[in-house]
């Protein structure tokens, strides 16, 4: 069975200082991983994907996300914040690209001036 | 990419009535699943719902409560019965094509 925690509920940071979202995985196979960002009273929308290939994954807004294995780890970082980036962020697991996907609880971030 | 809609949009409802929620798609998809959102929460896999068979639901939700119809590779329908305030929550529906799609959700609030 797959399952996702996000360790933080809420991350407060200061603008133009590094952000850090945790997430942990447990999977029986090699797992596909995501991370997707809500704005308030907005859609889902994907930040980046996992899918076994660069263990570095690169993805919109200056996020980027590193798959490590052996911590069952997929944290998702960005070098400076920006006010805009304060939202809700969901780390999410699939066994495989194509199946049903598990969200994890969610780390709202916010950005103090 | 897959564009997908959700009608209504959002909806306010009495106890004890039941909605159906419709989702259509833009390209043909075998499975389509459906989620709940419920106020400050995360995202709940409620059921897969496959063309042709009936849907499988997830732990915690059962056909009489949320019935479920597929009737073709585009489109799904959610009905939430005998509704109470608890059931107030954000329904989306969703499917992957190369990646998950979400729509736009329902917002239900019973009073």
């Known amino acids: 069975a797959q399952s996702v925690t996000q360790l933080d509920s809420h991350v407060s940071v200061s603008e133009g200082t590094p952000v850090l979202l945790r997430c942990n995985y447990s999977s029986s196979y090699s797992p596909s991983l995501f991370w997707y960002v809500q704005h308030p009273n907005k859609g889902l929308q994907l930040l980046l994907k996992y899918t076994s290939a660069a263990t570095l994954v690169k993805g919109i807004n200056g996020f980027e996300a590193e798959f490590k294995k052996s911590e069952t780890s997929f944290h998702l970082t960005k070098p400076s914040a920006h006010m805009s980036d304060a939202a809700e962020y969901f780390c999410v697991v699939s066994e495989n690209p194509a199946s049903k996907i598990i969200f994890g609880s969610g780390t709202r971030l916010s950005i103090r001036p | 990419s897959a564009v997908i809609s959700q009608k209504p949009s959002r909806d306010i409802c009495q106890r004890g009535t039941s909605l159906t929620i419709q989702c259509q798609v833009d390209?043909?998809?075998?499975?389509m699943f459906w989620y709940r959102q419920q106020p400050g929460q995360s995202l709940t896999l409620i059921a897969t719902a496959n063309q042709g068979s009936e849907a499988t639901y997830e732990s915690g939700f059962v056909i009489d409560k949320f019935p479920i119809s597929r009737p073709n590779l585009t489109f799904s329908t959610l009905t939430v019965s005998n509704m109470s305030p608890e059931d107030s929550s954000i329904y989306l529906c969703?499917?992957?094509?190369?990646?998950?799609?979400f729509g736009p959700g329902t917002r239900l609030t019973v009073l």
């Open positions: 390209s043909q998809v075998t499975m």
């Open positions: 969703s499917v992957h094509v190369r990646q998950q799609f």
